[in-house]
């Protein structure tokens, strides 16, 4: 064929006067359908194990930040009132601690919250407390009480500045009608409006299944007025009928109002205990279902549980244990794109020629269009041609894909036209696609960004086994260069990059994983920046970390700490120089010397600090003598100084046990300076730890306040004393060893005193199961106590599991203090080989104590005093909001102490 006859050749197939069948996917920006007014996420399950994670902000930001979710699904819960009139408000504290987090990630996001429904979908149980209904059959609901029930739960939300915006009045439960919720939106408004709390936008029915989501729609229609109580309309699909979404589209669309998905899939994997799937079929199944919601008319969705819920076996979007960060798996990066590229976007109309199982979709708005490619087939597809219709490409078309080869974040490529400005792209077997088709030339040359813009190492070990390393992802819009990595500053040295520090233009347009490493070559703190360079544009990271050397060095008993000369100016890095000062090591210090002997404690409002001596070779009974005083600062008065003393307190802790507390000396003065005391016996090594604990309280407010050793020559000291002394601390903890279920066995422990002048005497509840059998004992002719003291434990009607049961120690002697005593043991079976693997993770996020029981149970919060502050029935998992100081954390029967310090 000559040259002429070519040209005419392509000259018809243009004009289409030939056409030639050929595989192609094809998107057409001149049909547009629905505007997506809805993407979220969902924590309706999973807020309050946010709290568990070590980077629950990060986790936060990784959703609500880096991707452009909206809307946050959250839950009411019927243990906010199981009985009228008592209500559990606290039973939210962790949930609204993960709002706030969610709010501060985007400060624009919309909470929409649904019932607690995994009461009737697990157990068959009343989703409602029963004053408000009754169940099976349900004969009986007031509605009136419902209303009231969700307008306190609006009202305390929008106490704590996480307002409702979007709620549903049921989930999952047909039990509430479409009559019922008539009447229960009615008294919500009724009491919102009372009360000055914002009315929230109602969209239902939440339901189960599509089936169901059209017949509630169809009867709300059939009913005058009801459609105008609603915003929105929502369903579930968790019954796979797909092919209903188009029947729930066109009954929403007939009374006015859009259609969402409340509960749509995440993608996360299942089953895997954190790993990665073996396949993606996973996420080809749940974007296929996208695509036929979308396809149907559906105007936006909520992504189910994109985070852990601290069901171990259950991988999500982010995945964490309690206690661990986060970590983002491939589902989360497949989410992320799909999020920020269809709010407020059109639904285009999109389709495939000659290819078998392989789906799209597609979004597109003034400036770009995204398109979706979704390959469940085991076919590789090459240079198909990628039809753009009716739009005109200026900048440029990006190809991101997934597959199980793939990294987690995808690979992206930049598709090439040909000399007709056409385009052509390959598609894998099973995988997903991404095409953003620019229309506009991009404004965002260059553009660098990062997940975060520091990065701190905490504290590391010199020389320890394994290099503490941290990752970041780089995202450079439009790179018009290489992209290039560089560390610099005084102790760049300290820091070094894993992996590439240069990424071609190409690579470098989606999240490039940057992996820092800090290995620390002595003590000490160290800062340098991490620069990201492309073009003439760059962007930096701040890198910190602190090295110290694990040195710990014996004190012997009866021994001054010489070391701290009173007088000296010692500052807290000082302190805190194992060589040079013995082990001493101090929190929240000064950063320069106090006054006497310039070893000072400083906390501020709501915060705790620590002093802790080195390690002490203790041979039993000892005084621990301090000269010390718990001062407020920036005011001018003793009387001033020592106000509010309620909200602060000092104390001396070995290990678990506390052996002094300021409160329970006997003393309210905390300006003054004073030797201060306490007697205790110990066998072994440890390390006392001096405890400045206050709260934001009062006039005491914005002020600092410390704990502060020395004065008038006066060292730390721990000496042989001839004082009266016992061998129990305030808090002491006994572990009585185990007890067959259904028996009756028995333990005992050691009851030691010195120097007494009267006898000791235990108290003990009627329903203690553990109970000592002798209460009062005298001493001796050389004044001391040595006895073992039995204990009977009744387990003929416990449960398997462990128990702790408390007891009190008292003196008539002024100079022993009441202890309180935690008996433990644990019921076993009687075939049992091993110890019962029952644990109960108590543990400390900011200035939560989290609960995260074992099984179903009880828990109580004690002060360190044995007052209950708070507690919880029948949960298994809690957070407590507490002040700083020191608990005793009672689950089921097991005790565990616990430092608040925020």
């Not at 990060?58 to 880096?66: L, R």
């Not at 002394?725 to 009756?744: Q, R």
């Amino acid at each position: 064929m000559n040259k002429k006859n070519l040209l005419l050749l392509i000259s018809c197939i243009l004009s289409g006067w030939i056409s030639i069948s050929a595989q192609s996917i094809t998107v057409d920006y001149a049909a547009q359908h629905q505007t997506i007014t809805m993407i979220g996420a969902d924590m309706e399950r999973s807020a309050s194990f946010l709290q568990s994670a070590a980077n629950p902000q990060e986790i936060a930001n990784w959703c609500y930040q880096d991707i452009e979710n909206m809307v946050c699904r959250v839950s009411y819960d019927k243990k906010q009132e199981l009985i009228e009139g008592t209500t559990n408000f606290a039973f939210y504290d962790n949930a609204i601690a993960s709002m706030k987090m969610v709010k501060i990630a985007n400060p624009d996001v919309k909470f929409w919250a649904t019932m607690k429904s995994d009461y009737n979908g697990y157990n068959g149980q009343n989703n409602l407390p029963d004053w408000i209904c009754d169940y099976k059959p349900t004969t009986r609901f007031d509605t009136d009480k419902y209303g009231v029930f969700l307008a306190d739960y609006l009202e305390l939300m929008h106490d704590n500045g996480v307002t409702i915006s979007y709620i549903s009045v049921s989930k999952e439960w047909s039990v509430i009608t479409v009559d019922r919720a008539h009447q229960i939106i009615q008294k919500v408004n009724s009491e919102c409006s009372s009360r000055g709390v914002p009315q929230p936008m109602y969209a239902s029915p939440a339901s189960w299944a599509v089936s169901q989501g059209v017949s509630y729609v169809e009867s709300v229609g059939s009913k005058s007025g009801y459609a105008d109580m609603y915003t929105a309309f929502s369903s579930h699909n968790l019954n796979k009928q797909s092919h209903l979404w188009d029947e729930f589209v066109d009954a929403c669309t007939i009374v006015g109002k859009p259609a969402y998905c409340d509960e749509s899939g995440n993608a996360g994997g299942g089953r895997t205990n954190g790993e990665e799937p073996e396949t993606i079929g996973t996420i080809l199944g749940v974007y296929s279902e996208k695509a036929t919601m979308y396809a149907a008319g559906l105007q936006g969705e909520l992504i189910f549980e994109v985070w852990s819920r601290g069901v171990s076996s259950e991988t999500r979007n982010i995945y964490f244990t309690s206690g661990t960060e986060g970590k983002r798996m491939r589902s989360y990066y497949v989410m992320k794109n799909f999020a920020n590229h269809i709010y407020q976007r059109k639904y285009l109309s999109s389709s495939t020629t000659s290819i078998s199982d392989v789906e799209t979709m597609a979004f597109g708005n003034d400036n770009e269009i995204a398109l979706w490619v979704i390959n469940s087939s085991t076919s590789d597809y090459a240079g198909l041609d990628l039809n753009i219709n009716n739009a005109s490409v200026n900048g440029k078309v990006y190809q991101y894909a997934w597959d199980i080869d793939t990294k987690i974040y995808g690979e992206a490529s930049i598709l090439t036209p040909d000399i007709f400005k056409n385009y052509s792209c390959d598609i894998k077997a099973q995988s997903i696609n991404l095409f953003v088709i620019q229309l506009t030339e991009p404004t965002t040359l260059d553009e660098i960004s990062a997940d975060t813009d520091n990065l701190d190492f905490g504290t590391v070990n010199i020389g320890g086994s394994e290099p503490t390393s941290k990752t970041l992802y780089v995202t450079v819009d439009e790179p018009s260069t290489d992209v290039s990595l560089a560390i610099s500053g005084f102790s760049a040295n300290q820091f070094s990059i894993n992996g590439n520090t240069s990424y071609s233009s190409e690579s470098a347009t989606y999240a490039i994983p940057v992996e820092v490493i800090f290995t620390p070559n002595s003590d000490g703190e160290y800062s340098a920046n991490l620069t990201i360079t492309s073009g003439s544009k760059s962007k930096t990271i701040a890198l910190s970390g602190e090295g110290y050397e694990s040195e710990i060095v014996d004190i012997p008993f009866s021994d001054y700490f010489s070391t701290l000369v009173p007088g000296s100016t010692l500052t807290t890095s000082d302190i805190n120089s194992f060589s040079d000062y013995k082990g001493w090591q101090v929190h929240n210090g000064l950063s320069s010397g106090a006054t006497r002997m310039n070893v000072t404690t400083v906390v501020g409002d709501d915060d705790i600090g620590y002093f802790l001596t080195p390690e002490i070779n203790f041979d039993g009974p000892f005084e621990l003598s301090f000269y010390a005083r718990m001062k407020l600062n920036n005011v001018s008065t003793t009387l001033t100084q020592n106000e509010n003393n309620q909200f602060r307190n000092f104390y001396a802790v070995i290990g678990n046990d506390t052996i002094y507390d300021h409160h329970k000396n006997g003393s309210t003065l905390f300006q003054n300076y004073n030797k201060w005391k306490c007697r205790y016996s110990y066998e072994g090594k440890a390390r006392i730890k001096f405890f400045a604990i206050t709260q934001e309280a009062g006039d005491w407010i914005g002020k600092t306040d410390g704990l502060t050793f020395g004065a008038n020559n006066e060292s730390v000291s721990v000496l042989e004393t001839s004082s009266p002394t016992v061998n129990m601390a305030f808090g002491e903890s006994i572990d009585l060893g185990e007890v067959t279920k259904g028996s009756t066995g028995s333990s005992s422990f050691n009851l030691k005193g010195w120097n007494l002048s009267s006898g000791l005497t235990f108290t003990q509840s009627s329903s203690n199961k553990a109970t000592i059998s002798s209460l009062s004992y005298s001493p001796d002719f050389f004044n001391e106590i040595n006895e073992t003291i039995s204990v009977s434990i009744d387990a003929s009607e416990l449960e398997l599991g462990t128990y702790a049961e408390k007891v009190f120690l008292n003196s008539s002697n002024s100079e022993i203090k009441q202890r309180t005593i935690w008996l433990n043991y644990e019921v076993t079976s009687a075939t049992s080989i091993k110890q019962i693997e029952y644990k109960h993770n108590v543990y400390v996020q900011f200035n939560h104590v989290i609960v995260d029981a074992a099984y179903i149970t009880d828990v109580e919060v004690f002060s360190i005093g044995g007052q209950k502050i708070k507690d919880a029935k029948h949960i298994d998992h809690a957070s407590f909001n507490l002040n700083n100081g020191i608990y005793l954390i009672k689950v089921d029967h097991e005790v565990h102490k616990i430092v608040v310090s925020n």
